[in-house]
């Protein structure tokens, strides 16, 4: 049997964590009056076939750059959603000051999503706030993440409310299967494609720099509808 999975999502960078001290000033002169910035979201998807049927894992990180004093006041808080559908295997949060200190997440509250976007009733929304935050300080959170419904995954959005300065999509699945992608947004043409093949594996990788900040429009809908993403949904044949 030849599994097909067809995918559309946003696009997400990588900047090594040793070289943001010296990029703090640069990223602030960059984007004045921004309080902060996502210096990095990256995603792999994994793919596999058991039993016939497709098996995803996906391990996330995301750094966001604090470029303000007043960033505690009203920044601290961030979170992730998760369902029995895509259960949370581990996670972990912590804040790197700008004096390379490590200061871990120590406390995470998790309570019913209630939102009216979603169609299914068991999403959970943890959240918790990064401590120690100040001017160069990075909150950093990584996830891991099994997806039980490939056909249920979640658009993946490159851009926010707040710049993206690099951004990268992986996705690595067997070479008997068949994978597309489609891209969608405003700023789709941003981003850069590539595929390689490692062990047995082919890997797509998607890749984007400086992402703006998404713009709120009056009497326009949700941003989802034009904010450059990536969609992934699964059929066999």
Same mark, same amino acid.
């Given at each position: 049997?030849?599994?097909?999975?067809?995918?559309?999502?946003?696009?997400?960078?990588?900047?090594?964590?040793?070289?943001?001290?010296?990029?703090?000033?640069?990223?602030?002169?960059?984007?004045?009056?921004?309080?902060?910035?996502?210096?990095?979201?990256?995603?792999?998807?994994?793919?596999?076939?058991?039993?016939?049927?497709?098996?995803?894992?996906?391990?996330?990180?995301?750094?966001?750059?604090?470029?303000?004093?007043?960033?505690?006041?009203?920044?601290?808080?961030?979170?992730?959603?998760?369902?029995?559908?895509?259960?949370?295997?581990?996670?972990?949060?912590?804040?790197?000051?700008?004096?390379?200190?490590?200061? #871990?997440?120590?406390?995470?509250? !998790?309570? $019913?999503?209630?939102?009216?976007? /979603?169609? *299914?009733?068991?999403?959970?929304?943890? +959240?918790?706030?990064?401590?120690?935050?100040?001017?160069?300080?990075?909150?950093?959170?990584?996830?891991?993440?099994?997806?039980?419904?490939?056909?249920?995954?979640?658009?993946?959005?490159?851009?926010?409310?707040?710049?993206?300065?690099?951004?990268?999509?992986?996705?690595?699945?067997?070479?008997?299967?068949?994978?597309?992608?489609?891209?969608?947004?405003?700023? #789709?043409?941003?981003?850069?494609? !590539?595929? $390689?093949?490692?062990?047995?594996? /082919?890997? *797509?990788?998607?890749?984007?720099?400086? +992402?703006?900040?998404?713009?709120?429009?009056?009497?326009?809908?949700?941003?989802?509808?034009?904010?450059?993403?990536?969609?992934?949904?699964?059929?066999?044949?």
């Amino acid at each position: 049997m030849r599994t097909n999975i067809s995918i559309s999502a946003l696009l997400l960078f990588i900047l090594p964590l040793t070289s943001i001290s010296q990029n703090t000033e640069a990223i602030r002169a960059k984007y004045p009056g921004e309080e902060a910035v996502i210096l990095s979201m990256s995603e792999t998807y994994k793919i596999t076939i058991e039993n016939g049927v497709p098996v995803v894992e996906s391990k996330d990180n995301q750094q966001l750059l604090y470029l303000s004093a007043n960033t505690s006041a009203y920044m601290s808080r961030y979170g992730f959603s998760h369902s029995g559908f895509n259960p949370v295997l581990n996670y972990e949060a912590y804040t790197k000051t700008a004096d390379n200190k490590k200061v #871990k997440v120590t406390e995470f509250k !998790t309570n $019913d999503n209630n939102s009216s976007s /979603i169609f *299914y009733d068991d999403i959970k929304e943890t +959240m918790f706030d990064f401590p120690a935050l100040g001017p160069g300080a990075v909150g950093n959170l990584d996830l891991t993440i099994a997806h039980k419904e490939p056909k249920l995954l979640s658009p993946f959005y490159f851009s926010r409310r707040i710049p993206v300065i690099n951004a990268e999509l992986k996705l690595i699945f067997p070479k008997e299967m068949s994978v597309k992608f489609i891209i969608k947004g405003l700023e #789709k043409d941003r981003i850069q494609f !590539t595929q $390689d093949t490692k062990r047995g594996d /082919i890997i *797509y990788s998607f890749k984007a720099t400086d +992402m703006p900040a998404e713009k709120p429009y009056a009497d326009a809908p949700d941003n989802a509808y034009y904010a450059t993403s990536y969609h992934i949904f699964h059929r066999e044949i």
